[in-house]
Nanobody, 123 residues
Framework: QVQLVEIGGGSVQAGGSLRLSCEAS????????MGWFRQAPGKEREGVAR????????YYTNSVKGRFTISQDNAKNTLYLEMHLLKPEDTAMYYC????????????????WGQGTQVTVSS
């Protein structure tokens, strides 16, 4: 089993920045891919960014490219999401997720989820 705990989030004005962290514990050696999802009220959960463990290649949904950066520190079993130039439409609950093997933008590929952290961007 793997446990994920998100840290960070909060409220910021448009154009501001935030950093999210996700600390993983448990059987982290079994993980192949980690990612960040978000879900706004009344909307479906969407993939924001993902990264394979041990591989620097990163993937972003189009709406955050150039503004968000996903990174990982495998020694600390921690995943990060740096968010810059935040927009009101970035407002959502952000979730850290982990998959045992390959992953894509579908939430069904991920076996483990954090509890979520709220990001609110005001105009």
């Amino acid at each position: 089993q793997v446990q994920l705990v998100e840290i960070g989030g909060g409220s910021v004005q448009a154009g501001g920045s935030l950093r999210l962290s996700c600390e993983a514990s448990g059987d982290t050696y079994s993980l192949g891919c980690m990612g960040w999802f978000r879900q706004a009220p009344g909307k479906e959960r969407e993939g924001v960014a993902r990264i394979y463990r041990g591989d620097p290649t990163t993937y972003y949904t189009n709406s955050v490219k150039g503004r968000f950066t996903i990174s990982q520190d495998n020694a600390k079993n921690t995943l990060y999401l740096e968010m810059h130039l935040l927009k009101p439409e970035d407002t959502a609950m952000y979730y850290c997720a982990a998959a045992k093997a390959a992953c894509n933008w579908s939430a069904r590929w991920y076996s483990y989820w954090g509890q979520g952290t709220q990001v609110t961007v005001s105009s």
